[in-house]
Nanobody, 125 residues
Framework: VQLVESGGGSVQAGGSVRLSCVAS????????VAWIRQAPGKGREGVAA???????EYADSVKGRFTISKDKAKKTFYLQMTSLKPEDTAMYYC?????????????????????WGQGTQVTVS
């Protein structure tokens, strides 16, 4: 399984960025795919997740601003980020393969996701 993120960069506050995560060798059934971020000097934080049925979850800090989506045919997951704030500055990771019953945005998920991408940096100034 390989997850490859792209789309990060530098953006001004209030701007938008769309991240992509291409998944290869991955069977989505029964699994969540999530976007998780790590700001400088802080731990990893679950931002958004989508399950195989298309149900989504968001951290309170990004609700109404971020949208997670997927294109099954392309095996690609997206994170559309709008109204960006300096506090959104972080390395953003795509993660997949979560054991059933684990909250995809909870602290346990950080240790339970089986596959991670290399991350893509988003800097908001």
């Amino acid at each position: 399984v390989q997850l490859v993120e792209s789309g990060g960069g530098s953006v001004q506050a209030g701007g938008s960025v769309r991240l992509s995560c291409v998944a290869s060798g991955f069977t989505e059934s029964g699994n969540y795919v999530a976007w998780i971020r790590q700001a400088p000097g802080k731990g990893r934080e679950g931002v958004a997740a989508v399950d195989c049925g298309g149900d989504t979850e968001y951290a309170d800090s990004v609700k109404g601003r971020f949208t997670i989506s997927k294109d099954k045919a392309k095996k690609t997951f997206y994170l559309q980020m709008t109204s960006l704030k300096p506090e959104d500055t972080a390395m953003y990771y795509c993660a997949a393969d979560l054991p059933r019953g684990v909250d995809p945005l909870g602290e346990d998920a950080i240790h339970e996701f089986g596959y991670w991408g290399q991350g893509t940096q988003v800097t908001v100034s």
